[in-house]
C-alpha cells in the first residue's frame, strides 16, 4: 500500500526533485504568495476571538433543561455528566 505525503516548497525546491516523482501520481495546489503572512495574522485574530466569547460564556447564566421523559435520554444524560465532571468541568 502506497502512503499519501505532502510536500510543500517552492516550485524550484520541488523541482530539484523530480527524479524522486518520476512515475508518481502527483497533485498540484498553487498557494497565494502571501498565505504564510495572512495565516499568522487571522490564526492571532482568531485566538482573540475565541478567548473573548469564551470569557462571554463563563459569564453566561447557567439554567438546566427541562428532565427528559425518555429514560435512554436520561441515562445518556447522566453518563455525559459524570464524563465531563471527571473531565474536571463544572456540570
Known amino acids: 500500500m ?3 505525503e505532502v510536500i510543500e516548497g517552492t516550485w524550484e525546491e520541488l523541482r530539484a526533485r523530480a527524479e524522486e516523482f518520476k512515475g508518481c501520481k502527483l497533485r498540484l495546489i498553487v498557494l497565494p504568495l502571501e498565505a504564510d503572512t495572512s495565516q499568522t495574522i487571522s490564526t492571532e485574530a482568531t485566538l482573540q476571538a475565541a478567548t473573548r466569547l469564551f470569557a462571554e460564556a463563563d459569564m453566561l447564566e447557567r439554567k438546566p433543561g427541562e428532565p ?4 435512554y435520554e436520561n441515562a445518556f444524560g447522566k453518563v455525559l455528566t ?3 465532571r471527571k473531565m474536571g468541568l463544572d456540570v
Open 68 to 71: 427528559s421523559h425518555d429514560s
Open 2 to 4: 502506497n502512503r499519501t
Open 82 to 84: 459524570e464524563k465531563y
